[in-house]
């Protein structure tokens, strides 16, 4: 699969509005906020279950999953060409859905997605039905640069020699991992690879993490250790950036973390300020690996 | 770190009595009797909390964490010159443990050990230990081959081509991983990594496996996917050998996979009829791959 930088910006090719695909999470409202203050018109169609009702406060087209005919006519209608793709969704349990003549007309297409592979053989799928019908998908990065992780010490923190190499042995095992589609986060704690994120996602990775450490079954420091956060090697960075948020922050202090390293440039950091901010209170280091240091490993 | 292959058979060299060093689980008495059956003559040093009172079957010697001069009168007063480490071990907590003379005396060891490095690290520098006190340190297969699990189809059913496919993808994954020192397991169901193993155990991966399905963030599937288990390359096999037993196979089960895969030769099995009967009626497959087949990942 095509391999897309999401500093490759092509914001300035975006001519029409743009069709913002919505799942869960603050990020789709905080995209439409960025694209809204560069003065781009914009429309919203809502995954029902998924998207916040915020997304009410632009215009919006609230779909079901497998409502594929809905999600063609309100972009159209709307004369969005330029789409991007954003927010977390659960996996629709498929037997559940029900499917609108558009969804039909693309049956080939759906089951081809129920055929396996990893989340990012989903994804990547996705993106070349869409532009198979014409669409063009962008990244949230192309739209609004500033909503991704930037390189260098991003809060007050700076990492001490010891986190440096547990950042260092973190981005190894993120970059093994990632070339066989799998996480996209690790957390390493002097020198130990304490967890390792497969489907359960980095929350629930970074709560096993608070676990271990407090039964003792790992040894114990104070606040030590590294939760590592990068796409995967060829990974479709147009609609499935790695994010990190508060929330991230908190559970990563809550495992008695010393801090976060993320790719710069390829993680989604959209509320930025709270992040930030999240990091300085709980005295977490928060920092940008640039690309050049990944490619390394 | 010498890289020592269970295969490289050498119990024809175990002269004197046998010294076993037991930590949990069923396994050192499964050896004990093993080495019995041999003709053997043994000791067993069984460390308190971790070792289960079945080693007073035989002739024993219960030590506490610390007390590495006990360890040296026991294995001494018995003339065990030949070493096998065998049993789970919790780490210790060392601000609680109570050190006796000889591990004063060695305290630039212990020293050390705290350093950090992942698990393999510890458990080749305590091998390394013994070997600079003069012991002879032996693996468990090296004394009793059966207790490894085999080559091929070990219990009833044989694996579908989805579940060798999925066994390939497992076993690449523990591999990549295992050059880095962490896991020795994980889940692919349908081409779709679900866990990797780092530091919480197999059991816990699975219990999470069993989680995710149940609550559909995976596509759902009657009774699919593989767990792999298999050594790190390099590992130190003589003590770390990766384990299943019934209790693995019951909870793949609960997690709902079709099987098991195993390294042939390199992983125990101790409960040999056992695990293979819980296959069977769990309607499991259980398999050992050969050792070329995963140099070739």
Same mark, same amino acid.
């Given at each position: 699969?095509?391999?897309?930088?999401?500093?490759?910006?092509?914001?300035?090719?975006?001519?029409?509005?743009?069709?913002?695909?919505?799942? $869960?999470?603050?990020?789709?409202?905080?995209? &439409?906020?960025?694209?809204?203050?560069?003065?781009?018109?914009?429309?919203?169609?809502?995954?029902?279950?998924?998207?916040?009702?915020?997304?009410?406060?632009?215009?919006?087209?609230?779909?079901?999953?497998?409502?594929?005919?809905?999600?063609?006519?309100?972009?159209?209608?709307?004369?969005?060409?330029?789409?991007?793709?954003?927010?977390?969704?659960?996996?629709?349990?498929?037997?559940?859905?029900?499917?609108?003549? @558009?969804?039909?007309?693309? *049956?080939?297409?759906?089951?081809?997605?129920?055929?396996?592979?990893?989340?990012?053989?989903?994804?990547?799928?996705?993106?070349?039905?869409?532009?198979?019908?014409?669409?063009?998908?962008?990244?949230?990065?192309?739209?609004?640069?500033?909503?991704?992780?930037?390189? @260098?010490? *991003?809060?007050?923190?700076?990492?001490?020699?010891?986190?440096?190499?547990?950042?260092?042995?973190?981005?190894?095992?993120?970059?093994?991992?990632?070339?066989?589609?799998?996480?996209?986060?690790?957390?390493?704690?002097? @020198?130990?690879?304490?967890?390792?994120?497969?489907?359960? $996602?980095?929350?629930?990775?970074?709560?096993?993490?608070?676990?271990?450490?407090?039964? @003792? +079954? /790992?040894?114990?420091?104070?606040?030590?250790?590294?939760?590592?956060? &990068?796409?995967?090697?060829?990974?479709?960075?147009?609609?499935?950036?790695? /994010?990190? $948020?508060?929330?991230?922050?908190?559970?990563?202090? &809550?495992?008695?973390?010393?801090?976060?390293?993320?790719?710069?440039?390829?993680?989604?950091?959209?509320? +930025?300020?709270?992040?930030?901010?999240?990091?300085?209170?709980?005295?977490?280091?928060?920092? $940008?690996?640039?690309?050049?240091?990944?490619?390394?490993?």
């Amino acid at each position: 699969m095509p391999h897309r930088r999401a500093d490759d910006s092509d914001a300035g090719t975006i001519k029409g509005p743009l069709g913002i695909i919505a799942g $869960g999470g603050p990020l789709p409202c905080v995209l &439409a906020d960025a694209a809204a203050s560069r003065g781009l018109e914009l429309h919203i169609v809502g995954i029902r279950g998924e998207a916040r009702e915020e997304i009410e406060r632009f215009p919006h087209t609230w779909m079901k999953w497998g409502e594929v005919g809905k999600l063609f006519s309100a972009l159209d209608n709307k004369g969005c060409r330029d789409l991007v793709i954003i927010g977390g969704v659960t996996r629709p349990d498929l037997a559940n859905v029900k499917f609108d003549l @558009g969804a039909i007309r693309n *049956l080939p297409f759906l089951v081809s997605l129920g055929m396996g592979g990893g989340d990012d053989h989903v994804l990547s799928s996705i993106v070349r039905f869409l532009e198979s019908k014409g669409y063009r998908v962008h990244g949230a990065g192309d739209v609004a640069p500033e909503l991704l992780a930037g390189q @260098g010490r *991003l809060g007050d923190r700076a990492p001490s020699a010891d986190d440096k190499a547990d950042i260092a042995m973190g981005f190894k095992v993120v970059g093994a991992l990632g070339r066989l589609d799998v996480g996209q986060a690790a957390v390493v704690v002097k @020198g130990h690879v304490l967890a390792v994120e497969a489907a359960e $996602g980095t929350d629930a990775m970074l709560a096993r993490c608070a676990e271990l450490r407090s039964s @003792g +079954r /790992t040894r114990r420091h104070a606040r030590a250790g590294v939760l590592v956060k &990068a796409p995967k090697p060829g990974q479709e960075e147009r609609v499935d950036l790695p /994010t990190i $948020g508060p929330e991230t922050v908190r559970k990563a202090a &809550a495992a008695g973390l010393a801090g976060i390293a993320v790719a710069a440039g390829q993680v989604l950091m959209a509320e +930025r300020a709270a992040t930030i901010e999240a990091a300085n209170q709980n005295g977490l280091f928060l920092v $940008g690996e640039s690309v050049a240091s990944l490619d390394s490993t």
